[in-house]
């Protein structure tokens, strides 16, 4: 168990599972470049945070609702939460006030198309594993709403992606311990990481050769201007 003050934030979780030296710069350098999609990215969020509570006949929307999780030991804002009601005479019976034994939904949103992305389910997973410990209920699913498409992706809750979301909360804490940015290791990913000016990864990848620094140096510069 995590104390308050040992919490770190679950969009950091992402970060991580998509680039340990990413979340390394973010969390411990302080470092940050935007980029057209992270900059459509944290407008959607924006956006989605401003929205008002919405409530119908049976359910609820919550937006920019705040987590914390000691076990995990992590905190972050969800998206979007709907809360809806019970169809079983017995939970229908609980008071219409309160989302209490209200089956939640989370809905993260991202600005991209459609697709399976291991960081965002973690993300979404990390927030649902925070529900959980916060209400005392269980959550199966979560959805991962794509701004291009405007489609949503349906996530399974299982057991493999939660020891996987547990793992990477570890990792997490264990970066931030140790205090020591992980070395960088080019990808074809780096291409479009916003940080990719100050992590230079064709220069500080280990074992590179003089020659392959400079065509990749070379594709990346092509790659922008064009």
């Known amino acids: ?17 998509f680039c340990e030296r990413r979340a390394g710069l973010i969390l411990l350098e302080g470092l940050w470049e935007d980029n057209v999609s992270t900059a459509e990215g944290t407008l959607l969020h924006e956006q989605t945070h401003q929205g008002s509570v919405e409530s119908r006949h049976g359910w609820r929307v919550t937006r920019g609702l705040w987590l914390r999780s000691f076990k995990l030991g992590v905190y972050g804002r969800a998206d979007v939460v709907e809360f809806h009601q019970p169809e079983t005479e017995e939970e229908s019976a609980l008071p219409q006030e309160t989302e209490v034994g209200w089956q939640p939904l989370l809905v993260e949103y991202k600005r991209g198309r459609l697709r399976r992305e291991a960081s965002f389910e973690v993300q979404l997973c990390a927030q649902a594993m925070c529900l959980e410990e916060m209400l005392g209920i269980e959550v199966k699913s979560g959805m991962i709403y794509y701004g291009k498409t405007r489609r949503r992706l349906e996530i399974k809750l299982g057991a493999e992606l939660r020891q996987h979301t547990a793992a ?13 940015t992980p070395r960088a290791v080019f990808r074809p990913k780096c291409r479009a990481c916003s940080l990719r000016e100050v992590c230079l990864p064709t220069a500080m990848s280990p074992k590179k050769s003089v020659r392959r620094y400079l065509r990749q140096a070379t594709e990346i510069e092509h790659e922008t201007l064009t």
């Open 1 to 17: 168990m995590y104390s308050e003050d040992d919490l770190l934030p679950i969009s950091a979780l992402a970060q991580l599972v």
């Open 168 to 180: 990477a909360a570890q990792r997490l804490h264990e970066l931030v311990d140790n205090a020591k």
